[in-house]
């Protein structure tokens, strides 16, 4: 009787910390993301991601790198949660939405514009 009080006691413990482990990812959108944007389905264009939760506010870079472009404004509806992505420099905005939120792989599906070029966009986190 002692010996299956210890295994599930053992049991028990792998439990919590395998749960423990799941909830520790953070934020929604902290990590790389990678994808592509484009008007059609031919015409793409490859794009990554580097998000971050600082505490108050995500932040990041499109395209890290030499001539990466910083991301001037992330806004989370977490009731629905949809995401709008905002960076100035290059007149881009990207709204869409979170989906596969219990994947660690989700993604980011919706509209992108840049300039006056308009389309659709996916990205997966890596």
């Excluded at 299956?4 to 902290?30: D, E, N, S, V, Y």
């Excluded at 001539?67 to 992330?74: E, S, Y």
């Excluded at 990207?94 to 989700?106: I, T, V």
């Amino acid at each position: 009787m002692r010996r299956r009080t210890i295994r599930l006691a053992c049991w028990g413990t792998a439990l919590f910390a395998t749960l423990t482990c799941a909830a520790q990812q953070g934020h929604p959108l902290t990590g790389t993301w990678s994808g592509d944007w484009g008007p059609t389905a031919t015409r793409r264009t490859q794009i990554t991601m580097v998000l971050n939760w600082d505490g108050k506010n995500v932040t990041g870079l499109i395209n890290p790198g030499p001539d990466a472009i910083p991301i001037t404004g992330v806004y989370v509806d977490v009731t629905t949660w949809t995401v709008r992505i905002e960076a100035a420099a290059a007149h881009i905005m990207a709204e869409g939405k979170l989906e596969d939120l219990g994947s660690y792989h989700r993604t980011l599906t919706g509209t992108w514009q840049q300039g006056n070029e308009k389309g659709d966009f996916k990205l997966t986190r890596d």
